[in-house]
């Protein structure tokens, strides 16, 4: 195997050490990547600092035949719980209410009911000749958030063309328009910054999402090592997976396999997935 450099790691704290001290322990590697090193987080932070957490358990009994490996530092690995925690910590305090908050939940709560009760009014419009089925069936066509801001919209427009011939007639108000294509805007802003790949660049290094990104790289790197390690040492027994899982959860497989719309961040720059993955969570750059 080749060795991936690495910074200086210190040795694995104790296995009840808090996230705090985790976070402490290795903030000068952490607060040293640079904003091009950055990796996309594209994937549920608590669960892969679960998978984390269990790998580093796992990983035990093999420390010992690692240590063995040519050209292979062992100890960001044997750090591997430390690195866990520390992502962790980071990950608490850039979503601590007030700090950045999503919007996007909140938006998707209000524009579904709405798109919902402004669709059937449309199909009313359809029925009584005001305008095309198809029209409406190309607004009700498609899923995930940004079809439903396309769609918001799309109704939006459609009600305010008609707003003169069927204000009297049809139980939509002018507030509810109004409200469609204003949240259509909120909702594809929201999108956006979700699924901006990195943090803005102008964002100071001591921004607590900045941070975050910080600490996911660091771990990522870390568990990439694990995985190649022990897709390595369990060649033949073919356990690896079980042993390192991968960092995608079973749900988000199964949510990607039937074809439906990924709530994350479009796909990054990837290189080859990471042993034992079918697919490249985050871009694999040398540490």
């Known amino acids: 195997m080749h060795r991936t450099p690495h910074k200086k790691t210190k040795l694995p704290l104790a296995t009840n050490a808090a996230p705090e001290e985790a976070f402490a322990a290795l903030r000068t590697e952490i607060e040293t990547i640079s904003i091009d090193e950055l990796l996309t987080i594209n994937l549920d932070v608590p669960y892969a600092v679960r998978c984390g957490l269990v790998a580093a358990r796992n990983l035990e009994p093999l420390?010992?035949?690692m240590r063995k490996l040519p050209s292979f530092d062992p100890r960001p690995v044997e750090a591997l719980r430390s690195y866990a925690l520390a992502l962790l910590y980071a990950h608490d305090r850039a979503i601590e209410p007030g700090l950045d908050v999503d919007s996007l939940p909140a938006l998707v709560a209000e524009a579904t009911p709405l798109r919902t009760v402004m669709l059937r009014l449309a199909d009313l419009l359809a029925h009584l000749g005001f305008i095309t089925a198809e029209r409406v069936e190309a607004i009700r066509s498609g899923h995930g958030y940004a079809n439903l801001a396309d769609g918001l919209l799309a109704l939006g427009r459609m009600f305010d063309e008609l707003w003169h011939r069927?204000?009297?007639n049809v139980l939509v108000t002018r507030s509810m328009i109004d409200r469609a294509v204003t949240l259509?805007?909120?909702?594809?802003?929201?999108l956006a910054e979700r699924e901006r790949a990195k943090p803005n660049p102008l964002m100071t290094p001591t921004h607590r999402r900045y941070v975050r990104a910080q600490a996911?790289?660091?771990f990522v790197r870390v568990y990439a090592q694990a995985q190649r390690a022990v897709a390595f040492l369990r060649f033949d027994e073919g356990d690896a997976t079980d042993i390192v899982p991968s960092l995608y959860s079973s749900r988000r497989r199964h949510h990607e396999s039937s074809g439906a719309e990924a709530e994350a961040s479009p796909e990054p720059k990837t290189a080859a997935p990471l042993a034992g993955d079918t697919e490249a969570p985050v871009e694999m750059r040398a540490a």
């Open 184 to 190: 259509a805007v909120a909702l594809q802003d929201a």
């Open 63 to 65: 420390v010992p035949t």
């Open 166 to 168: 069927i204000h009297d």
């Open 216 to 218: 996911f790289t660091a």
